[in-house]
């Protein structure tokens, strides 16, 4: 483990002390006790009047600080001295943008009316609003949420993959001589 790694181990760690002391509140209407409303972030000893924490929401986030710290543990990997490093670029921007969308996933999630609310598997929602402005009457829809950051890693570890690459090691003249007297023999 690098310098680099250490401060990002240090980073994450606090990342996750702060996601865990204000973590994300619903609170229950007046007018539907049933149906909890965002209420937003709040000091965990210091909860909103008749709020709740919305557990599901504070495991995406916990979720999200880990991926993205395990995709910086990548990105900052010490690199071989040798070698061919082509690709590498490209594996690193993968990584980049996906640790991106899911900060920009996090700030913008979906929400919905809680009007509309209805039973459905996947509920319907109103837009992506910005978390910290606070909207009345509305709650986030985490089934949606799981649901983009299912496809961010997904298409992060296919493009990752499609830009991994597979060194093929040159063959010397003696090992190329050999293969091919290997190969005749075969043959006859």
Excluded: C
Excluded at 5 to 10: F, N, T
Excluded at 62 to 68: A, C, E, P, Q, T
């Amino acid at each position: 483990m690098n310098g680099r790694q250490k401060s990002m181990l240090g980073l994450a760690a606090v990342s996750l002390l702060l996601v865990l002391l204000f973590p994300p509140f619903d609170q229950h209407s007046i007018a539907s006790f049933k149906v909890p409303v965002f209420a937003g972030f709040y000091l965990y000893f210091s909860p909103p009047q008749y709020g709740v924490v919305n557990t599901s929401m504070l495991l995406l986030e916990v979720f999200v600080v880990l991926i993205n710290a395990g995709i910086a543990w990548l990105l900052l990997q010490d690199k071989p001295r040798a070698g061919p490093t082509r690709g590498t670029g490209y594996r690193n921007a993968v990584l980049g943008f996906a640790a991106l969308n899911m900060v920009v996933m996090l700030l913008f999630p979906p929400f919905e009316s809680i009007f509309a609310l209805t039973n459905a598997a996947l509920p319907s929602f109103e837009g992506f609003y910005f978390v910290f402005g606070h909207r009345p009457n509305h709650t986030i829809v985490t089934t949606l949420l799981y649901i983009e950051v299912i496809f961010i890693l997904v298409n992060a570890a296919l493009a990752w993959l499609v830009f991994s690459h597979h060194a093929t090691p040159a063959l010397t003249a003696e090992q190329a001589r050999a293969l091919a007297m290997q190969l005749g023999r075969s043959k006859t």
